[in-house]
């Protein structure tokens, strides 16, 4: 890691990296899709459906970016700009119809400024120049409290702060912060502003547990016609514990129960941290059959608690798979009783593991129904494909 700037060089460098950061990514036209601005949302007009004649609908999973690490640093900075790189790259090569933010967005524990929602902004860039709408869920680090670097501690003691301007999508954010943004001003600040953003704040009575909703995938014919639920949970982590906690098992239950009851239409879920089904599952030192992946190097790190979520899911035959960030050094799909249980692929450079960074795919065929998944690396390659409805 690079050696600390002073305060007024330390400043220079951050704007000049995010400003470039948001040119990259939004102010150049992509080939294939019209380009988007950060746009205040005046209706809903987004759905999601299969894609006409070809009958698929494809998702990326991006897990783990970590913006806003060290951003005292000029390492901090460098790693945000190779993460839009990564996620450049793997959204050109798959053209995905949807992208899911799978937690840790960033890294708010290294981000002083009062709103976060800034390096939040730059790491849904990528996804909203393209056009292509997208979903997220919080984790362990997103709204976490700023936490001191030691060296800030050295010989003449405690520096002057003066934190970066966050100016360019939302004027006005320059205080300095060190409680971290909470969660329902990231995730309101990223719907207000995008048009593309299909998240939500999920039920009151859930909070401060914000990202539980639910999506519909249409079918290509009739909008009206569902071909897959997808459920997305607050795992915790950050501000409150990491858990799901029986509210959410609760809401699950009572929401499938209300818009699939004979659990005809096929589900998938989303959550950041492993629940500790994952320990159970996980692969014996190299990953093998039946799980599928390439990498298994390090131990689940599991949520504090389970609460029942895992054992309305088993007993629910349309869940087909639960997706997780949270462990860098694990990329395999173990099956779990009737459902898969998937790690999906550190995509961003922030955070710890020297690994090669890529993106889950998922691929969703109508007809016949079936969930394709398979890892594609920042290198274009492609490895660990599955199928998670055998």
Request: charged share 20%.
């Amino acid at each position: 890691m690079a050696n600390s700037f002073d305060n007024l060089t330390l400043l220079t460098f951050i704007n000049l990296c995010l400003h470039f950061q948001f040119i990259l990514t939004v102010g150049f036209d992509h080939p294939h899709q019209p380009q988007q601005s950060v746009t205040l949302r005046i209706t809903p007009e987004n759905e999601l459906r299969i894609r006409p004649g070809c009958g698929i609908f494809k998702i990326a999973l991006f897990a783990d970016l970590h913006f806003g690490e060290n951003a005292w640093t000029d390492w901090g900075p460098r790693q945000d700009v190779n993460s839009v790189i990564v996620m450049s790259t793997v959204l050109d090569d798959e053209t995905p119809d949807f992208v899911v933010y799978l937690g840790d967005v960033i890294t708010a524990n290294n981000i002083a400024i009062a709103n976060a929602s800034f390096y939040w902004d730059q790491a849904i860039s990528p996804t909203r120049a393209r056009g292509i709408p997208w979903a997220s869920v919080f984790g362990n680090h997103d709204d976490a409290p700023f936490q001191w670097p030691l060296e800030w501690f050295s010989a003449p003691g405690i520096p002057q702060l003066h934190c970066a301007s966050s100016n360019i999508s939302y004027a006005g954010e320059k205080e300095c912060d060190f409680r971290g943004t909470r969660r329902v001003e990231l995730m309101k600040k990223e719907i207000d502003f995008n048009m593309l953003s299909l998240s939500k704040t999920g039920p009151k009575d859930l909070w401060p547990s914000i990202s539980n909703y639910v999506l519909q995938v249409s079918s290509s014919k009739d909008p009206q016609v569902a071909v897959l639920y997808m459920y997305f949970l607050d795992s915790g982590g950050g501000s409150y514990p990491e858990v799901i906690s029986s509210a959410q098992a609760e809401w699950f239950q009572r929401r499938s129960q209300e818009i699939n009851p004979n659990s005809r239409v096929p589900e998938i879920v989303f959550w950041h941290i492993p629940s500790k089904a994952y320990k159970k599952v996980a692969p014996k030192f190299r990953v093998h059959r039946p799980c599928v992946g390439s990498i298994n190097k390090e131990s689940v790190a599991a949520q504090e608690a389970e609460t029942g979520l895992m054992k309305i899911l088993v007993k629910r035959s349309s869940v087909k798979a639960v997706f997780v960030g949270h462990n860098h050094g694990l990329d395999w799909c173990c099956p779990y009783r009737k459902l898969w249980l998937c790690c999906a692929r550190h995509t961003g450079y922030g955070g710890y593991g020297n690994w090669a960074r890529g993106a889950r795919i998922l691929e969703i065929t109508e007809q016949p129904f079936s969930i394709k998944s398979w890892i594609r690396m920042e290198d274009g390659s492609v490895h660990s494909e599955v199928i998670l409805t055998s």
